[in-house]
């Protein structure tokens, strides 16, 4: 696997790595937890060494489940997980990044984890309610006393992102990007660029849309929370089929997969771009960890910009859309 290096901090990682969110929820059914846990330890055994999961998915079943997975090569890996919201007991309360949340909620991910250190740490969603700067103070004090490595951000907005980097340089931001999502082009990329800071596209397959593997006539189960965004509506897959008709295209050519050409092409944006595609299934995981292999040649790249496909519906509802600080 190549490796990359996200920004300036100095954090190497695997080009491609693997976010372990729906191992513990979101697609349904919920796979195997034992199962999982071979499926993670696979990817390290093909080369994959960043890890992605948060306090919530779950909630905290995740993390305990990547804990397990990872400790026997703990000192192989890079670990990120979250902090930013509160806990009633197993449900999840609102927004709360309070310094003293943040110091207690990473003394029960490290258990979960199994580790006694945070490789990178996200503020899972920006607090309006508490000011970045106590949030980036509270992190740096968890880096100086050797608990955290590196600070993160996600799906923050560019001013949000210069504040906080002002107290503690923030080594990634992971937001949503992907080939029918490129909103972080606008202004997000080149303040990272700027910066130094790298980038970590989640849901780099379109939630799975990229695959290839959804149409109008794919029935999703009631609780999958595919079922509440409005770009997987059926007229909305009909019409966003475009971009998998491009991306065959492309892969028939080059002897690949619609999927590999999607993350082949995020690759190929920037160098301090890693994706974490997220799979339950060896198949997939090996597909997927292929596309780092994949050279999309600039002929490729100006063939898939030059066809202008304009995703249709909105890529969260309007809840969801709320809690994204812009």
Known sequence: MKKRTLGDSGLEVSAIGLGCMGMSQSYLPIPDRGEMIELTRAAVDRGVTFFDTAQVYGPFANEELVGEALEPVRDQVVIATKFGFDFDGQDRGGLDSRPETIRSSVEASLKRLRTDWIDLLYQHRVDPA??????????????????????GLSEAGVQTIRRAHAVQPVTALQSEYSLWWREPEEAI??????LGIGFVPFSPLGKGFLTGKIDENTTFDSTDFRTTVPRFDAEARAANRAFVELLESVAERKGATPAQIALAWVLAQKPWMVPIPGTTKLHRLEENIAAADVELTDDDLQEIEAAEITAQGARYSEANQRMIDR
């Open 130 to 151: 508490v000011p970045i700067e106590d949030v980036a103070g509270a992190v740096k004090e968890l880096i100086e006393a050797g608990r955290v490595r590196h600070f």
């Open 189 to 194: 990329l080149p303040a990272l660029e700027e």
